[in-house]
């Protein structure tokens, strides 16, 4: 059984940094692109960031964190990360990871296989 498991969210202030993980399991994900997406209350889920296959290296943000978050990716861990630095109150959502079969790269969230359950995140001013 294949899955995706998000941790690290919280509470944290205005301008903290947070590190969030997605474990997968029950396959090996390094030939996937895999992704970050967020869903803020009352609104719908969007597209955070995305990491290519690991034969491309590819990295792409959305415009509201270029800067501030970075996706990163352990192999050997089957692992991928976000870092969150410099947060807003505009960035508390539950935030979801993503992978998808193949290794094109995609934003779109029909595009995407699997789904971990979603970690909270909330960022107070």
């Known amino acids: 059984q294949v899955q995706l498991v998000e941790s690290g969210g919280g509470l944290v202030q205005a301008g903290d940094s947070l590190r969030l993980s997605c474990a997968g399991s029950g396959r090996t994900f390094s030939a996937s692109a895999m992704a970050w997406f967020r869903q803020a209350p009352g609104k719908e889920r969007e597209f955070v960031a995305i990491?290519?296959?690991?034969?491309?290296?590819?990295?792409h943000y959305a415009d509201s964190v270029k800067g501030r978050f970075t996706i990163s990716r352990d192999v050997a861990k089957n692992t991928v990360y976000l870092e969150m630095n410099s947060l807003k109150p505009e960035d508390t959502a539950v935030y979801y990871c993503?992978?998808?079969?193949?290794?094109?790269?995609?934003?779109?969230?029909?595009?995407?296989?699997?789904w971990g359950q979603g970690t909270q995140v909330t960022v107070s001013a």
């Open positions: 990491s290519g296959w690991t034969g491309n290296d590819v990295t």
């Open positions: 993503a992978a998808k079969n193949g290794i094109d790269s995609s934003t779109a969230m029909s595009d995407y296989d699997y």
